[in-house]
């Protein structure tokens, strides 16, 4: 699973085949959760920076967020408000994501996912 980051430092680089994502669509079959397809399209501030969100789905799986990363999120809002280090609402939607999945996740935002508990960082 790849996290919104790793998309954004693809679509900011002039070589993207030097870029981690690219990296990765070349080694593995690659998803995204539908929240950061809501991030990227979020984000997005004109034609062409939408037209590039919708060209990278084509190498995408997108992965719903449903009711088991509805309850999956919530343990982790849980421990990590207990412990007093809380992230991001979407961090923890994107996090329950590859967690329920049992698919690692890219992200080039290590600091807040290394909190989760049960998570794969590639």
């Known amino acids: 699973m790849i996290d919104t980051s ?5 679509l900011r680089k002039q ?15 690659c998803a995204i959760s539908t929240i ?9 501030k004109n034609t062409h920076q939408r037209e590039d969100v919708e060209t990278l789905k084509a190498y995408l799986e ?3 967020f449903d009711t088991l ?3 999956q999120a919530s343990i982790i809002f ?4 207990k412990s007093n280090k809380l992230i ?7 996090a329950s994501c590859a967690i329920s999945q049992n698919i690692p996740l890219a992200t080039l ?6 909190r989760i508990d049960n998570i794969k960082l590639l």
Do not use: C, M
């Not at 950061?36 to 997005?44: D, I, M, R, W």
């Not at 849980?78 to 408000?81: A, T």
């Not at 991001?88 to 994107?94: A, K, L, T």
């Open 62 to 64: 997108i992965v719903p």
């Open 15 to 29: 070589k993207k085949e030097k870029s981690e994502f690219w990296s990765l669509i070349q080694k593995y079959e």
């Open 78 to 81: 849980q421990i990590l408000k």
């Open 6 to 10: 790793v998309i954004i430092a693809y």
């Open 69 to 71: 990363q509805a309850k």
């Open 109 to 114: 935002n290590r600091d807040h996912f290394e």
């Open 36 to 44: 950061t397809l809501f991030e990227l399209h979020s984000g997005a």
């Open 88 to 94: 991001e609402f979407r961090d923890i939607f994107i």
